[in-house]
């Protein structure tokens, strides 16, 4: 302590100009410490401050100010520094203000493993929080400049510079961040890349990076993994722009697992009067994996629409959507294109289109929330597509699971509207119709014609003209019917079988929440009277088509739609009605029975 005053009364003590020199420090300090505890202070001058954090955790300095510096490892460099700090009662916490113009400094924390240089600019800490001007920090390829305040929770700042995002986390961890900010980023790991960035920062400090006002961040080759999503994203080039109206993102190209995407769109920074938050999107892709976004989980429970009618609620969507190559679950698809927007609460998507498997779907559709789940519209057409993948995609079976019918598909006059919290209640719920139609393919061997090609005896009857029925299945030209749906139960009165061996005609119902089947099957072999009854010879045979033209066994199928329970139904039980409904199926002109030589004598 080279110079300067010191009082002493019954009620302070009191020191000024004292200049103390300590390592190659040199500061100038005045004060006071009052009785009951009440202390003022200054400090100015020159110095190292390797020092100065040495001075700071000493017993010299108050407790709010020691425990500060618990975080620092070591920090080294020069500096001008200004600190004032006044304390009106002990009982009372400390207000200060340090000011730090540094000149070449470095400070390492302890959860950093670099450290943090300051090399132009300065800074002032107090008890409020802190002011900077022009203040840049620096660590390893990152370089940020910061101007303006963070004080009492409030942010009025800008920062300007390029962050490695490797070590974002350890910029984080600078006391000038809240905490909100560290919070949002918890979710995210690995992150490498660069961010260019210009922001300027209004508001709340717990508000995170949602208090950025306006400004503009360029994305270079950033990847990382998100907690919430189960694929890496990579590959992330392109800019956000901020304004106090809207987010902003043109051209954002980005890969998603083994998935590519360009984007681009806006969304409001606020709400809109009605609650609704504004959204608007255009998203290419060269290839396109959408398992990736909705990844299969395990079937315990039906799948709930819950998280849809959410965001249903909170946007309003104007968006176009344009996919090369994609998949979904079985769904290899290309050419995907729709447009979408929410007009009067609803979703509405059209046009609607894509080709799989060989044929094309197109249409339109609407969505909206319900009181629970959602309640939607859709009107799809199906034309030419091959129809074993088409089912499998469906009836959502996997790969190793045997779907029992080939051809193609097609499918129109369709109509489809459902309401529900999950796939289940959806279900039971859906209302509509459509006409259907396969052409060219096998109905292969399964549970229901295996039965009945057995009762049949069909072998015999059709040896040496078609395959195997019991054990490679039914070659048909054309299915096709018109079904209705009412309350989840799927009904037709006029499902035709058409082949060269025989007809099936169906007519009933298939529950589909319940998985139930009611129907009555009538199977109507080709060929001669006498030739049929030679071949099968049982009892319950109808005469029906045109002239008793055609021989018809009818068969009940019930149950299970899984192992249903069949039974033949005798001639006396099967009913006008339904003998009628026969009668007309079988008089389609498709090909004619022909009657053999001695019944036309």
């Known amino acids: 302590i080279g110079e300067g005053k010191v009082g002493l009364s019954n009620e302070n003590i009191q020191w000024s100009g004292a200049k103390v020199e300590f390592g190659n420090s040199s500061l100038l300090m005045a004060g006071s410490l009052k009785k009951g505890g009440a202390s003022e202070f200054t400090v100015r001058g020159k110095v190292d401050l390797k020092n100065l954090l040495t001075l700071f955790q000493s017993p010299l300095f108050p407790k709010e100010i020691q425990l500060k510096t618990e975080d620092i490892k070591s920090l080294s460099g020069a500096g001008q520094i200004s600190f004032k700090g006044r304390r009106a009662s002990s009982l009372q916490s400390l207000s200060y203000e340090l000011e730090l113009h540094p000149r070449e400094a470095s400070l390492l924390l302890k959860t950093a493993s670099h450290p943090f240089l300051f090399r132009d600019g300065s800074v002032s800490i107090s008890n409020l929080g802190a002011t900077f001007s022009k203040f840049k920090i620096q660590s390893l390829n990152s370089s940020l400049i910061l101007d303006g305040t963070a004080r009492q929770g409030e942010l009025n700042l800008s920062t300007t510079g390029s962050i490695d995002l490797k070590n974002i986390s350890a910029l984080l961890q600078l006391s000038i961040f809240p905490d909100s900010m560290r919070t949002q980023m918890d979710d995210i790991q690995d992150p490498t890349g660069g961010l260019d960035l210009r922001l300027n920062w209004t508001g709340k400090m717990d508000q995170g990076i949602n208090a950025i006002r306006e400004g503009e961040v360029s994305l270079k080759g950033v990847s990382l993994r998100h907690r919430k999503i189960p694929v890496p994203l990579s590959q992330i080039e392109g800019k956000v722009r901020f304004s106090p109206q809207q987010m902003r993102w043109d051209g954002l190209k980005a890969k998603i697992g083994d998935s590519s995407l360009t984007l681009s769109g806006a969304s409001p920074r606020s709400q809109t009067g009605s609650g609704e938050r504004q959204l608007s999107l255009h ?60 007009v009067d609460g609803k979703l509405v998507i059209h046009p609607f289109q894509l080709k799989a498997y060989g044929g094309d779907l197109s249409g339109d559709a609407w969505l909206q929330p319900a009181d629970k789940g959602i309640r939607f519209e859709i009107k799809p057409y199906f034309s030419h597509m091959e129809a ?52 060219n393919g096998v109905i292969e061997k399964g549970n229901i014609l295996a039965k009945i090609f057995s009762i049949l005896n069909v072998s015999q009857l059709f040896k040496g003209r078609v395959p195997d029925l019991k054990t490679k299945g039914l070659p048909y030209q054309r299915i096709s019917a018109n079904i209705q749906v009412k309350e989840g139960v799927a009904s037709s009165e006029d499902l035709l079988v058409d082949s060269d061996a025989m007809r099936i005609t169906i007519v009933g119902k298939v529950d589909l929440g319940k998985n139930f089947i009611d129907t009555k099957i009538g199977v109507h072999p080709l060929g001669t009277v006498d030739t049929i009854l ?49 009668k007309r199926l079988l008089e389609t002109p498709l090909r004619p029975f022909q009657k053999n030589n001695s019944e036309k004598k």
């Open 283 to 342: 998203l290419t892709s060269t290839q396109l994996d959408l398992d990736t976004f909705f990844p299969q989980r395990e079937k315990t429970t039906p799948t709930s629409f819950d998280k849809i009618r959410q965001w249903l609620s909170l946007w309003a969507i104007q968006g176009k959507i344009h996919v090369e190559q994609g998949r979904y679950r079985n769904l290899d698809f290309k050419d995907l294109k729709f447009e979408m927007k929410t």
């Open 388 to 439: 074993t993948p088409f089912l499998r995609t469906l009836l959502s079976k996997g790969d190793e699971e045997k779907i029992m019918i080939t051809g193609k598909v097609y499918i129109d006059q369709a109509q489809l509207t459902g309401e529900g919290e999950n796939f289940q209640k959806v279900k039971e719920s859906l209302q509509g119709g459509l006409r259907l139609e396969l052409e």
């Open 534 to 582: 030679s071949n099968i010879p049982i009892a319950g045979y109808i005469l029906t088509g045109k002239e008793k033209a055609f021989l018809s066994y009818v068969y009940e199928v019930k149950g299970d739609l899984n192992d249903p329970k069949i039974e033949a139904i005798p001639f006396k039980a099967v009913g006008e009605g339904l003998v009628g409904i026969l």
